[in-house]
Structure formats: C-alpha cells, structure tokens
C-alpha cells in the first residue's frame, strides 16, 4: 500500500504476517481441553520456533561435546558454535565488545552475580543501593543479601497508584553513598516502560552504576546497551523465543575485569596450584564449570529469527494488540486493570470483582487460554496496590486479535461460571 501526501509517494508501514509466524512454531497447534490453545502468558516465558527446536537437536545429534579445551573434532566444532553465539549475543545489543557478554542461567543468576562480585567488594557502611518499588524478586533479594553482608542500605523509590516510577524521588534519594541504582526496563508484573536512560543519567551524575533488569524489555524494545549508558543489563533466554537456563549479563568491560571471580571452577582458571590461582581473562572468569552450551546456541538461533523478521511490524504489531487487549479486557463488566501506566509493553494485568484471579486463571484453562495468575514474584508491588494477586495477559509476535478477542470472551464465561 503506498500513500501519496503532498505529492510524494509514502509506502504505508509493513504488516507482520501473524499466521506465516504462527506456522513456525510448532506447539501452537494444539487444543487444549478440545479447544485451541490460545498462549496468553509469554511475560513467564515464550514459546520456541522450530528453528530453534532444530538448532538444539542439530547439536546433539551432530556435535556434543565440551568446549574449550578438547583438541579433537566435535569439541573444536562446539567451541565454535558457542562463541558464535556470543557474537550473536554482542551484535544484538550492541556490546563494544564480546568479553562484555558472559553467559549465565538467566537474569536472577546475572544479577546475583553483579550484586556479590562488584556489590559485596564495593560496599561498605553507611553505603546505599537504590531500586524501584516495581522490581521482581530477583531484583530485590540479591540486595537485601548484600546490604546485609557489608553494612549497606537498601533504598526503594516508589511508583505512582498507576504504576509509573517517581522519576522525582529516585533522583532525590541518588546521592553521594549511593553506589549503585538496579532498575527494571520494563515491569512483569505492570507492563510500565521505565524511563531508563534518565535512570542512568541520574545515577551517573552521583557516581553510581546501574544494572538494568530487561527479562521483559529485550523481546519487545530494541536493546542497544551503549545507547542507553547502563553499566549492567540482563536478561533470560527463554524470555526471547531461546531455551531456559541460559541468559546474559552485559557489563562493561573495565567493570567485569575489576570485579573478583562469582564462582571457582574449571574454565574460570589460568594456573592452579594449592598455594595460589590465577584467573582467566573476560568473559571466561565469570563461567565457571562446563556451560549450557545447547543453550547459548539455542539462543543464537532465536535471535537469528527474530533479526530475520521485520522489527519494525513486529512492534507495530504488539503495540496494536496490546492496545486492543487493554480495552478488551476493560469492556468486560466487574474487570478492573491494575497498572495503567502512559508508557507500557506486551502486558495486562487485571482484577475481576468478586473472583480471586486463580479462579479466573482455572476457568480460563478451561478455554483453552493460559495467562498467569498471583503475585508474579513482585509482593512488594501488589502490597503497594492492596492487592493479593492478579491476572496478567501477556504477549508475543504469535499472538493474533482473535486471541485477545478469546480472552475477552472467556472473561465473560468466568463471569457466567462464578459469579
């Protein structure tokens, strides 16, 4: 299609083709209790293109072996796929550098291991650490262990009844102790777009890093680390189309090398003896013991296919759904949503009055629609809102209208059924 405005030819944006997708990924074929099974719950993870099925099987039946130190074939070929990998890894987020991208199990591994190796040996009393009142488990608990083991504090800003940052108290509490800000890019359990690069300035100004959580950013913004000046980013595999247990943390390059070894181990060494060890260079010192090599290939795969689609429709795609499964949901009588920031990406989180979102959860599988139900591992946000739990609908690049619109009308059966 091509529009013509003020005499110039402008071609209209490209579509995604939802169902040319669809077709590449294998388990959404199926029924579920007699129905089509309609995946609403890919902020807990997404599923897998035959692509990346293929990938893993290829490496198992063809080049299983260690890597690193085996001189024979199989070995050499899976070293190779591995650091490709990595490579793969660094050019999607645009890394300066392949010894910045270290391969973990996931996001909660990656920050564990910035908040005990740069944390534990940088902090000190009276020295503060500052997060956000929206931030998973695994972007809270590493803190508190580490606060607890140098004498630091913990500082959370707070967030708005529709949960946006206070941008204004964040920056009033960065100050001079503050050694470190460690901030989602975007919510799990919200949907919120946080205004990070002005995170990054703010803490910057005060002479503190920041480490980005971006489990739920890096399947749906484009990720260019150096754009956005963190200091850390991390993020899980099979958050983006890629395997569990495999993940990555971005650092810069003159922080990694500063910071003392996570885990000992093999492949983390130069020399041994019982008197002294010396460390490997980057990224091997931070990858202890044999790695989740079918992982990090895996994930190479997945984001082969991601770059092989058009970004652009891709987003334009999801923004349009989110949209519309925003006032789907909202149509629904006796539905509140909960999070309702300007700013938001891939999820809707909802309340049904009179219904405990399990029970809403329950009937909804009875559909055939799978969301998620609970907390989310964020109990600091629902006690921030008064809430036991909610229901999250989540999105992925395979999603269609008639699915939103399948959630919408199981909303409405859970009404029939409970209420």
């Not at 209209?12 to 129905?35: E, S, T």
């Not at 990656?110 to 020295?127: E, F, K, M, T, Y």
């Not at 488990?137 to 508190?144: E, G, K, R």
């Not at 002294?276 to 044999?290: H, N, S, Y």
Request: net charge negative; charged share 20%.
């Amino acid at each position: 299609m091509v529009t013509i405005l003020d005499g110039a030819r402008i071609a209209a944006p490209a579509r995604l083709d939802v169902g040319r997708v669809r077709a590449d990924f294998p388990i959404l074929g199926q029924r579920v209790h007699g129905r089509p099974l309609v995946y609403l719950d890919n902020a807990a993870t997404t599923q897998k293109p035959a692509v990346v099925i293929e990938a893993l099987r290829r490496y198992y039946e063809a080049d299983n072996a260690n890597i690193h130190r085996g001189v024979h074939a199989l070995s050499q070929r899976a070293t190779a796929a591995y650091e490709r990998a990595r490579e793969r890894v660094r050019a999607y987020i645009n890394a300066a550098s392949e010894r910045e991208v270290i391969f973990v199990r996931g996001t909660t591994e990656a920050i564990n291991l910035v908040a005990q190796s740069h944390g534990r040996s940088r902090l000190g009393p009276g020295d503060e650490v500052v997060v956000t009142a929206m931030e998973h488990h695994s972007n809270i608990v590493p803190w508190q262990l580490v606060c607890q083991q140098t004498g630091a504090k913990l500082r959370v800003a707070p967030m708005t009844d529709e949960g946006e940052l206070r941008l204004d108290c964040l920056a009033g509490m960065v100050g001079e102790r503050t050694r470190i800000v460690s901030a989602v890019h975007v919510s799990n359990s919200l949907g919120t777009i946080n205004p990070v690069r002005e995170i990054v300035e703010i803490a910057h100004a005060a002479g503190a890093v920041v480490l980005l959580d971006g489990a739920q950013a890096v399947a749906h913004l484009p990720i260019d680390v150096r754009e956005l000046g963190c200091d850390f980013y991390a993020f899980s595999g099979h958050k983006l189309y890629g395997p569990t247990g495999i993940g990555v943390l971005y650092g810069r390059e003159h922080l990694l090398d500063a910071m003392p070894p996570y885990q000992g181990g093999g492949d983390m060494i130069n020399t041994v003896s019982f008197e002294q060890t010396t460390f490997a260079a980057l990224p091997a010192k931070f990858e202890a013991g044999t790695p989740n090599i079918s992982g990090a290939i895996g994930l190479a795969a997945a984001i082969e296919y991601l770059e092989g689609l058009d970004m652009a429709a891709v987003r334009r795609h999801e923004e349009e759904l989110l949209d519309r499964m925003g006032r789907a949901i909202a149509s629904v009588d006796g539905v509140r949503l909960v999070g309702t920031a300007s700013r938001k990406s891939g999820i809707v989180s909802f309340v049904m009055e009179g219904v405990h979102p399990h029970d809403i959860g329950t009937v909804l599988d009875m559909e055939g629609v799978a969301i998620r139900t609970g907390h989310h591992c964020t109990q600091p946000v629902m006690q921030r809102l008064g809430l036991p739990a909610t229901a999250r609908a989540s999105l992925a690049i395979y999603n269609t209208p008639a699915e939103v619109d399948a959630l919408a009308e199981g909303l409405r059966r859970v009404k029939e059924v409970l209420l």
